[in-house]
């Protein structure tokens, strides 16, 4: 086994957008596990764009109990900015720069990013999360595009960043070291994939979810789901995030000779009227708790 210093490695961060930490413990997802052990973790934010604003800074969503282990060494943070107040806090990769990417930049990585929600549709230039990578790939529908049925409840593949592994390794392969930020849609509402594709039955309960968003319907009303319909739903995330582990297993092995220090986590949870409401941008606890996994990879 190569002894890289972490600060010398590769990076491959990955974003699970909206995944639920419980859907993360009763999934099957043998290829994260090898990273590392599931940690329960608390998002500092509640939806995409400030969720991604600490992650780049190198706050990621941080462990509600316990250390990280890294290559046999145990710390407490992964990344941790000079601009953060001065911590006795272990940290594996302490950084200058005003954002991870401007790091691994100046030390000579190949930064390249690559996302599927809307907030990275690097064409917008509202958009301010691309635009911070010199190389940004967007799968995802124009963020802009107007709201339908037909776009919104459909089939997806194409438009999901972990369907299109083989390019985004090749490019990362182009250089001797990389720094590779993924942000996957598969666990984002509709939750479509290859694994979890869209029936009549999953068709019109997503139909009936989209009005909850759009409307922000109170749950304590006569829209509330009933304990199927958000049965069905928890399965269609498990469902999304095993085929999102399999395209990583994917990823992996074609990046591991690299040996890259790996970090997953979901950017945020997702309610499912558990407190009330539905889908995120609020702190409620299925919102704010998180999957993260972090390892060496091939290194345990
Ligand atoms: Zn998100």
């Known amino acids: 086994m190569p002894q890289i210093d972490p600060t010398e ?17 009763n999934a099957h997802t043998p290829n994260l596990d090898r990273l590392g052990p599931l940690h329960r973790a608390e998002s500092p934010g509640t939806y995409t764009l ?20 890294l290559g046999g060494r145990s710390v407490d943070s992964i990344w941790r900015s000079a601009a953060a107040r001065p911590t006795k806090r272990r940290t594996a990769v302490p950084f200058d ?11 000579g990585h190949r930064v390249i990013g690559a996302g599927g929600v809307t907030f990275f549709d690097s064409s917008d230039p509202a958009n301010q999360l691309p635009g911070l990578f010199p190389e940004f790939l967007y ?18 593949e194409e438009q999901l960043t972990l369907a299109h592994t083989e390019k985004i390794a090749n490019q990362c392969l182009e250089a001797e070291r990389f720094f590779l930020f993924l942000n996957c849609p598969s666990t984002h509402i509709p939750y479509t994939t290859p694994w979890s594709p869209l029936t009549d039955r999953n068709g019109e309960l997503l139909r009936r979810l989209y009005q909850r968003h759009d409307t922000k319907v109170s749950a304590s009303s006569t829209a509330t789901l009933t304990g199927e319909d ?34 997953v986590c979901a950017d945020h949870g997702e309610e499912f009227g558990e407190g009330g409401r539905f889908g995120h941008g609020h702190p409620h606890p299925t ?10 990879l091939d290194e345990g």
């Not at 600490?54 to 282990?69: D, E, H, Q, S, Y």
């Not at 799968?139 to 997806?156: A, L, M, V």
């Not at 498990?238 to 890259?260: I, N, T, Y």
């Not at 919102?287 to 060496?296: A, D, Q, R």
Request: proline share 7%.
């Open 230 to 263: 958000t049965q069905m739903l928890l399965t269609m995330q498990k469902q999304a995030l095993e085929w999102a582990d399999s395209r990583l297993s994917d990823l992996f092995s074609r990046v591991a000779a690299r040996h890259p220090l790996v970090v």
């Open 287 to 296: 919102v704010s708790t998180v999957p993260l996994w972090c390892g060496l």
């Open 50 to 69: 400030p969720a991604h604003a600490a992650l780049f800074n190198g706050f990621l969503p941080r462990p509600v109990l316990g250390a990280l282990t």
């Open 97 to 107: 720069g005003p954002t991870l990417m401007a790091h691994y930049r100046e030390k």
């Open 139 to 156: 799968f995802g529908r124009p963020s802009r595009s107007p709201i339908s049925k037909e776009n919104r409840i459909t089939d997806r």
């Open 9 to 25: 490695r590769s990076i491959i961060l990955v974003t699970l957008d909206s995944c639920r930490y419980d859907v993360a413990v």
